[in-house]
């Protein structure tokens, strides 16, 4: 299983990326605009050179042929760069003419089995699934995870799962238990990862006893 973060924020990526367990970034048009970024390509061309490995950039536009010409523009910013695609039927037509060119996509704003399998059909690379998105309304975002790594499966797609919209550290353990291949998480939800009251316990009792007891290294 690999993490990625979903930020746009470059002090969390350099962060995150410091602890050596990050093997990707995923932005959206929200957390762009989040992170104040003035100019999208140089975020990406910065976050490229931060974190060597899949970075996905979102398109802007709702007409396949416009997505295209968006994906070759963001393309050649970095060979890392994944493309998202909103799922629609423009964003299916994108998925498929990009596939045939080489450039690897992410669909994103996956709801339903239906639509990750028509993803995979079309030639994406990756699919994100919005389990918070899902958990919001009432219904169950880990139970679409479930049945998109059942599918998948079943027929051999190589289409990666990214489990997203994460919103705690549980959904991260859910999503490793079902086997999906990525969880994308917010910088947030990562330190909760990292962290647990028994370790920081564990750690002040040991640093105390080898400040009382005079050891040294
Ligand atoms: C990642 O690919 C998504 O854009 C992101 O996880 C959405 O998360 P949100 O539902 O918290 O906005």
Known sequence: MEIFLDTADINAIREANSWGILSGVTTNPTLVAKAGHKDFKSAVRE???????????EVLSLKAEEMIR??????KIHKNVIIKIPMCEEGLKAIKA??????????TLVFSANQAL????AG????????????????DGMKLVAEIVQ??????????????????????????LLGADIATVPFEVLKKMVSHAKTSEGIKRFMDDAKK????I
């Open 47 to 57: 976050i490229c050179k931060i974190v060597n490995g899949p970075i996905s950039a």
């Open 213 to 216: 007891s005079k050891q040294k």
């Open 151 to 176: 599918i998948y499966r079943n027929y051999g797609f190589k289409t990666k799962i990214i489990v997203a919209s994460v919103r705690h550290p549980m959904h991260v353990i859910e999503a490793a």
């Open 118 to 121: 028509l993803a995979a059909i």
């Open 98 to 107: 990009l596939s045939k060119k080489g450039i690897k996509t992410n669909c």
């Open 70 to 75: 968006e994906a070759e523009k963001l393309s």
């Open 124 to 139: 994406a690379d990756y699919v994100s699934p919005f389990v918070g998105r899902l958990d919001d309304i009432g219904n």
